[in-house]
């Protein structure tokens, strides 16, 4: 199902029939795209302008590295850098999960100062999904080191501080756990159950500008294992974090 789609039909007050009117299309047509099916380019133009949405948002796979071809079953998508995921699309992420949502990172600012995704992740705790965050040591050498790396000297552990102080109130909910570690990071993840972004580091390049890489779990899925295997023992070497970290 493409949501993005889907929502912002629903916010310009259109229904599949309405679409399909203004396009000159059969009724099937639109819930095919509703279902996953990519309009041809013509077509995509006149539904992104009636919509008011970009054609990357409203298809993130244009936006895709090797969206074809001959690849592992696993690797869902590449993404040429993070910045090209949409809200929707992490929104998309999350929403999915049933049992565990992971998220490993130096700050992971981003998704912090959203308040859309951290409601979304306050409400997946209360209907019981654990929740682990795992950010970076505001405190530790590495995190020092990667804001020399990025030439933002302090600026790395401050992200972090505010990370965590926006992170606050969804802290405080049963299920949430947060752990800082100081670790060098060779990547960032984004867990929601079967389903895996990683977001890969590089020296001096801040990750927001790094490649994505999308996994999904599956019966031969060795790399998405590997990296859980990572997760797992960086989780394991960090330490729990106080909830005031943020205001120090």
Same mark, same amino acid.
């Given at each position: 199902?493409?949501?993005?789609? %889907?929502?912002?039909?629903?916010?310009?007050?259109?229904?599949?029939?309405? !679409?399909?009117?203004?396009?000159?299309?059969?009724?099937?047509?639109?819930?095919?795209?509703?279902?996953?099916?990519?309009?041809?380019? +013509?077509?995509?133009?006149?539904?992104?302008?009636?919509?008011?949405?970009? /054609?990357?948002?409203?298809?993130?796979? !244009?936006?895709?590295?090797?969206?074809?071809?001959?690849?592992?079953?696993?690797?869902? #998508?590449?993404?040429?850098?993070?910045?090209?995921?949409?809200?929707?699309?992490?929104?998309? !992420? *999350?929403?999915?999960?049933?049992?565990?949502? @992971?998220?490993?990172?130096?700050?992971?600012?981003?998704?912090?100062?959203?308040?859309?995704?951290?409601? !979304?992740?306050?409400?997946? #705790? #209360?209907?019981?999904?654990?929740?682990?965050?795992?950010?970076?040591?505001?405190?530790?050498?590495?995190?020092?080191?990667?804001?020399? /790396?990025?030439?933002?000297?302090?600026?790395?552990?401050?992200?972090?501080?505010?990370?965590?102080?926006?992170? @606050?109130?969804?802290? +405080? +909910?049963?299920?949430? /756990?947060?752990?800082?570690?100081?670790?060098?990071? $060779?990547?960032?993840?984004? %867990?929601?159950?079967?389903?895996?972004?990683?977001? +890969?580091?590089?020296?001096?390049?801040?990750?927001?500008?790094?490649?994505?890489?999308? *996994?999904?779990?599956?019966?031969?899925?060795?790399?998405?294992?590997? $990296?859980?295997?990572? *997760?797992?023992?960086?989780?394991?070497?960090? %330490?729990?974090?106080?909830?005031?970290?943020?205001?120090?």
């Amino acid at each position: 199902m493409n949501e993005v789609l %889907r929502r912002a039909m629903f916010d310009a007050q259109l229904t599949e029939v309405d !679409l399909s009117a203004r396009l000159a299309v059969d009724p099937k047509t639109v819930r095919n795209w509703l279902k996953g099916q990519v309009p041809h380019p +013509q077509t995509r133009a006149a539904i992104a302008r009636l919509l008011g949405i970009e /054609e990357t948002a409203l298809w993130p796979s !244009l936006c895709m590295l090797g969206a074809g071809g001959d690849r592992p079953l696993e690797l869902a #998508a590449v993404y040429p850098r993070r910045m090209a995921i949409s809200q929707q699309s992490w929104l998309s !992420l *999350f929403s999915a999960a049933e049992s565990e949502i @992971g998220v490993l990172a130096y700050s992971a600012l981003f998704l912090a100062e959203d308040a859309r995704l951290v409601g !979304l992740l306050g409400q997946k #705790a #209360a209907q019981g999904v654990r929740i682990r965050i795992a950010l970076g040591d505001p405190e530790g050498r590495n995190v020092d080191r990667r804001g020399v /790396e990025e030439e933002i000297g302090e600026a790395m552990s401050m992200k972090i501080r505010n990370a965590i102080a926006c992170l @606050g109130p969804l802290l +405080q +909910q049963d299920g949430v /756990e947060l752990r800082l570690h100081d670790t060098v990071l $060779y990547n960032s993840m984004y %867990r929601s159950d079967g389903q895996l972004l990683v977001n +890969q580091h590089a020296f001096g390049i801040p990750a927001a500008r790094s490649p994505v890489y999308h *996994f999904r779990d599956g019966a031969d899925s060795e790399m998405f294992r590997s $990296y859980l295997t990572s *997760f797992e023992r960086i989780w394991t070497l960090g %330490r729990a974090a106080a909830l005031d970290a943020g205001r120090r």
